[in-house]
């Protein structure tokens, strides 16, 4: 190969195989290469062939695009999968919030007046009416919401909370430090098995601003253990002129199969219970888009709405779009839009089944297993939901890598790869079989 017969960058790109690439990155790759071939040609090595360029720059750029956001197909079993996007909004949700999305809005307009209006008002009512809350707010994630209310109550003063609450979330953010980040001290009591009532009241001083119950939805704790319901907080937290807050994580509304709802109320009943202000995740148990939903008292949600922070918190019309749409199914009672609750809900006969379906359009049938999954997402701890998977034969680590090159995540069990059908939506069937054909031909 001489410095002549070195492809050119304008031609690199105007090839086919690179039609729909970013140019500029693709450019840049392309240079990199090409200034990497030319250092060899100039200390007297053999470089590679035009041909192991083009294939070398297409590697490269497969690397970058790797990063790109893609649509797969969700095997693991796991509903609320943290890493492949939490809860999936279903298409008609989304027809219903396209409109909107894709138009000018009266995000901030009022139309009545003509004047300028409230992003959150609508939403907030929608809230009200399917929770039966005084008030809501909407933040961009439930971590966010959690500052925000401790920001505008807690900010200088104390906030108590019990050992056995002190939870870490994803990506290593502590409760601790979320609480000092927002101008509060942390005041634990209790221990980490076992917390009384009695330990609140003993902690209570003049320094004392809320008090705080976090949810433990992402571990649990058994055996000889203890804790307070937020009803007695909250009663508590009134008796002495204090705020009580209920950072729930997960919230859901009304009943959960496979019994997952024991010991996980409602976001209903815990207003019931007298909770002043409870938050929890959009994207979670509740099935929509990622935000953080705060309700609770008028007068409480009206000093949140008057903090600065709040622009920085805020959402935009693309969730608060998504989000009004899936309040009203849930309102109007339209289940089956929601994804989330479809998955969870699904038998272990229905699954069956779809394993079936599937093995009837293989040229070689899988195994079909009985297995259990969780629900995922940090939520429900040790609670287990029955499910049905397709086992492959084979090295598993090996048949996780070829799905994965696929865009198909399954997860490994017993020393088999798995593809668990619980969250394999139903547009999705068909690719599944294709690419399950193509590994195992």
Known sequence: MSFQNLPQIDKILNLERFKDAIKPVLGEISRDILKEQRELL????NSLNKEAIIEKIAQKYEQYKAGELAPLINATGVSIHTNLGRSVIDERIYERAKEIICSYSNLEYNLLSGSRGNRYDYSARLLSTLFGSEDALIVNNNAS???????TFARGGETIVSRGELVE????????????????????????????LGDYESAINE??????KVH???????????????????????SKGLLDYYDLGSGHIGDLPYNLDKDEPSVSKILQSGASLVSFSGDKLFGSVQCGI????????????????LRMLRVDKVIISLLCESIKAYINKEFSLITTLNQLHK?????????????QNLARPLEILDTQTFVGGGTMPNKRIPSIALALKGDAQTNERNFRAKRVIGR??????????????????????????????
């Open 216 to 238: 433990r939805s992402n571990f649990d704790i058994v055996g000889f253990s203890e804790d307070v319901g937020i009803g007695e907080i909250s009663n508590l937290a009134k």
């Open 169 to 196: 979330i994803g990506g290593s953010f502590r409760v601790p430090e979320v609480m000092s980040a927002s101008g509060t001290s942390l005041k634990e009591i209790g221990t980490t098995n076992k917390t009384r």
């Open 294 to 309: 705060i309700l609770g008292k008028k007068e409480l949600i009206a000093k949140l709405r008057k903090n600065q922070l």
């Open 207 to 212: 320094n004392t601003k809320m008090l705080l």
């Open 145 to 151: 919401a959690v500052f925000l209310v401790l920001n």
């Open 347 to 359: 038998s272990v006969d229905e699954l069956k089944i779809l394993a079936g379906e599937i093995n």
């Open 42 to 45: 100039k200390l007297g090595q």
């Open 412 to 441: 490994i069990e017993n020393d088999k790869f798995l593809l668990d059908l619980r969250c394999v939506l139903q547009k999705d069937v068909a690719k599944l079989t294709k690419v399950i054909n193509e590994v195992t031909k």
